[in-house]
């Protein structure tokens, strides 16, 4: 899909660039190989992008103008209409916007797109450190040491689904399985937080 | 003091400190010896306070910052205004992002860089990208 897009838009300065949040190179392998990119697809298993940038869920969209400034932040976008029926949310409009925007310099906004980025809570940037100490421990194969560093995490930022489905695999528990549709109950109990509704919480 | 092995993370790097832990105190204060600490994350300390290249954050007013024992390293995360997470138990210590900087650096709009590998481990930054209009898209297998 997005091989498509900077096929189409390669040539008007424009790149797409893919961040994987999984937890090897491996786990993402199937999926960057089928979309044989010729544009930047990148493996983030620290989850550097989702801290540096305050992401809370995937699939999550910045565009980043040619002064590196963000010219339109966090948004949940799909690139094409396959979980339409999960996500409630049209590619259509969204590509649209990119071409205007690579095009013209347009900027489309609607009412999901929050003005600018919301800054991470206090929580939030250290469920981003108890992030990092777990994956830490992880890695050197302390795994329950690990897991009660992930789930620090996940009670510091719990509408963080880069933390708390984003750890699922690395503790071996199914993303799609009981564990997530605790997840998504408790999520939902507490008003399916995103972007937007982030964005203007922090507003008022 | 036995001698342990510490580990300080951050900035997706890791030190290993071979420090003393004072565990003897009876509080539940951290210290690391200073020195190795200060060395491994760039800080110098100087009559100004805590200095890293020209700029200083004093510590006249936390007198048990650094002590004789060493540094406390929580208090240290305080004064940085950096969230820490600390596993005792594991001997790790991870510094969170610098909380004021990277709220303002986010607030003003400016795309944080960052450099990160493809399937053939080839980096790749973002800053070398520069002039053109990037649309970043994180997604992941689960």
Redesign the interface.
């Known amino acids: 899909m997005w091989q498509a897009l900077y096929e189409e838009l390669g040539d008007h300065g424009f790149v797409p660039i893919t961040i994987a949040f999984d937890e090897s190179p491996d786990a993402a392998r199937p999926y960057i190989e089928k979309a044989e990119p010729e544009h930047p697809s990148l493996i983030d298993t620290e989850h550097v992008v989702a801290h540096r940038y305050g992401m809370i869920n995937v699939p999550t969209v910045v565009w980043i103008d040619e002064e590196g400034n963000i010219a339109r932040p966090n948004t949940m976008e799909y690139g094409s209409d396959l979980f339409i029926q999960f996500t409630g949310r049209e590619s259509g409009p969204f590509l649209e916007a990119v071409r205007a925007w690579v095009e013209t310099g347009e900027i489309r906004r609607d009412e999901t797109v929050p003005d600018e980025m919301p800054p991470p809570t206090e929580e939030e940037e250290l469920a981003r450190a108890e992030w990092a100490l777990a994956w830490f421990l992880h890695q050197r194969g302390r795994a329950e040491a690990a897991a009660r560093h992930f789930d620090r995490a996940g009670e510091l930022s719990p509408d963080d689904w880069t933390i708390r489905r984003g750890s699922m695999p690395i503790r071996g528990k199914n993303p799609m399985g009981p564990e997530f549709f605790e997840l998504f109950k408790d999520w939902e109990s507490r008003g399916k937080r995103s972007y937007a509704n982030m964005a203007n919480e922090r507003r008022s | 003091m036995p001698s342990i092995p510490f580990?300080i993370?951050e900035n997706?790097g890791?030190h290993e400190i071979d420090a003393t832990i004072d565990r003897k105190r009876g509080d539940s204060v951290l210290r690391l010896a200073t020195e190795p600490v200060l060395e491994a994350l760039g800080w110098t300390q100087k009559p100004e306070g805590l200095c890293q290249g020209e700029s200083c954050i004093p510590i006249g007013s936390r007198p048990n910052l650094i002590t004789p024992q060493g540094v406390d390293l929580v208090a240290r995360a305080e004064v940085l205004g950096?969230?820490?997470?600390?596993?005792q138990?594991?001997s790790?210590?991870?510094?969170?992002?610098e909380?004021a900087s990277?709220?303002s650096g986010?607030?003003k709009?400016?795309?944080?860089?960052?450099t990160?590998?493809?399937?053939s481990g080839k980096e790749?930054s973002?800053?070398s990208?520069?002039?053109?209009?990037?649309?970043?898209?994180?997604?992941?297998?689960?």
């Open positions: 580990t993370i997706g890791s950096r969230p820490i997470a600390v596993d138990e594991e790790v210590a991870s510094f969170g992002a909380t990277h709220r986010l607030a709009g400016i795309a944080p860089d960052f990160l590998p493809d399937l790749h973002l800053s990208f520069k002039g053109k209009k990037v649309l970043l898209i994180a997604y992941a297998s689960w």
